[in-house]
């Protein structure tokens, strides 16, 4: 076995003794109490899960292993000349629970470049696809094309023992990661660029490799898609991305079809789509108002027009979180220090100023605040990436690092098929009148 697995193997069966241990002595511990508001409502606060790779507070945002951004940012391993966080050392960190030493990032590095080969059938069902589809659309069925490839779902048609599913569990992910910078760049260029493809570069990171398989070589681009590729990678378990794939995964669906089925979930609008609704939205306001650089007050009226309209303002609000989004600080931050005069970074700077008292003045939002996706589609039109339906697919190469993770986890611990009870309205009246005994 490789140096890294054999570490994460030795990790999760201490691991394991340790959840026997607090299952055994605390098992029946209650961690609090389900309203029938929240049953109807998304699920909101009702701990159900578990996921080992981050935490996020609704007050300081995310933590990987404990980890900050700009701790992280201070921490991993940087490309040679390079300020921004390598997302391989984010994956060791969120593998290991440990912070990786530059050799350890290489290493990662060397063995995704090995595994990155991705089957001529796997471009051929996405060329099947009419040029208008949506680059989700076309990125999602590559990975379905990609299952053939699967050691897990291979082993479990010979019979592999479940003590072992950990391990072609762990083949798959690293091999996932490392094909989806070569799928997503295929989709690019096929889409926008005239299917004019380029070959991978083998000395490049994997970040690296992408912006330049994109057409991008840029330095500072490849420093924004190792900072972009780092803090997408995860953000706990109950987002529907990943908590999708946790659950697909949870019926011993392979990897490819778990992570194909998250990446349907982050295609959604409220979720990781909504980094091309933000743009989409700037750019029809430019369009409606004649400007590139609109004032606050033009902002204003514009974002109560959105909202009389029935719509959300994109890149605002959360789930969990109610503060700024770190995720969007520290791109902000990259805007301020590589692009300070850019006319569309001023105007989400703007919108920054704008957006959260008028949300706050409706009294229903949670988080009137901007979260991870109100930011990125700035920084890539700055660098003349310009295509906004291709951002979401950018969040999902991302996302692979952190829901391969925790699947890896998910099999090493054992944990079993996913399946909470429903009710129905008409159970919940009984309920109430007393006559339903079926889920007291
Ligand atoms: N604009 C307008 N209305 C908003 C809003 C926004 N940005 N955010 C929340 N609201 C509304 C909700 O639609 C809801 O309205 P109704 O009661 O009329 O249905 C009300 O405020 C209360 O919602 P909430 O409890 O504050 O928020 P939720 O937990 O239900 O939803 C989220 C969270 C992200 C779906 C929501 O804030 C939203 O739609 N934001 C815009 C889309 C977006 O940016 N999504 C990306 C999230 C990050 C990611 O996953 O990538």
């Not at 490309?79 to 960190?93: K, S, V």
């Not at 990446?263 to 743009?279: C, F, K, R, S, T």
């Not at 750019?283 to 309209?309: N, R």
């Amino acid at each position: 076995m490789g140096i890294i697995k054999d570490t994460f193997k030795s990790k999760a069966d201490i691991a394991n003794s340790e959840i026997k241990a607090i299952l055994n002595e605390h098992g029946n511990k209650k961690i609090g109490e389900v309203t029938l508001a929240q049953i109807y409502q998304g699920m909101r606060g009702i701990t159900g899960l578990v996921s080992e790779t981050s935490l996020l507070d609704a007050q300081e945002g995310i933590r990987f292993r404990g980890y900050s951004i700009p701790e992280l940012q201070a921490k991993l391993p940087k490309a040679e000349g390079g300020n921004e966080p390598l997302p391989e050392g984010l994956f060791y960190l969120m593998l290991l629970g440990e912070l990786p030493t530059e050799n350890d990032v290489q290493h990662l590095t060397s063995v995704w470049q090995r595994r990155s080969h991705v089957p001529s059938h796997v471009f051929q069902t996405i060329d099947a696809l009419p040029l208008t589809a949506h680059p989700m659309t076309m990125f999602v069925t590559g990975i379905m094309a990609l299952q053939t490839e699967s050691h897990f779902a291979e082993e479990y048609s010979k019979g592999i023992n479940k003590k072992d599913y950990w391990n072609p569990m762990y083949d798959d992910a690293m091999d996932l990661i490392a094909r989806l910078p070569r799928i997503a760049a295929y989709v690019y260029r096929r889409k926008y660029k005239n299917n004019q493809h380029i070959q991978p570069n083998g000395l490049l990171d994997w970040s690296g490799n992408l912006a330049h398989m994109m057409g991008y070589n840029d330095p500072r681009f490849k420093e924004l898609m190792r900072l972009y590729m780092t803090i997408h990678a995860d953000h706990e378990g109950g987002n529907v991305s990943a908590h999708t794939t946790h659950l697909v995964g949870s019926a011993l669906s392979d990897p490819y079809l778990s992570y194909a089925a998250g990446m349907n979930g982050l295609a959604g609008p409220l979720h990781g789509l909504a980094n091309q609704e933000v743009i989409k939205w700037i750019f029809e306001m430019q369009e409606q108002l004649g400007t590139d650089s609109p004032t606050k007050a033009q902002i204003e009226q514009y974002v109560k027009d959105t909202i009389s309209s029935g719509k959300v303002v994109p890149g605002y609000g959360h789930a969990v979180l109610r503060k700024t989004d770190p995720r969007f600080s520290a791109q902000m931050e990259f805007g301020k220090k590589h692009m300070p005069d850019d006319k569309l970074c001023q105007t989400v700077w703007n919108i920054y100023e704008t957006v959260p008292p008028i949300l706050q003045s409706l009294g229903k939002i949670k988080n009137p605040w901007p979260n991870v996706d109100a930011h990125s589609g700035a920084l890539l039109v700055h660098f003349g990436l310009v295509e906004y339906e291709f951002y979401t697919v950018l969040f999902a190469v991302s996302r692979a690092l952190g829901v391969m993770v925790s699947l890896c986890w998910d099999r090493a611990l054992g944990f079993p098929l996913e399946r909470p009870k429903s009710v129905t309205t008409e159970s919940v009246k009984k309920w109430l009148e007393g006559k339903d005994e079926i889920w007291d």
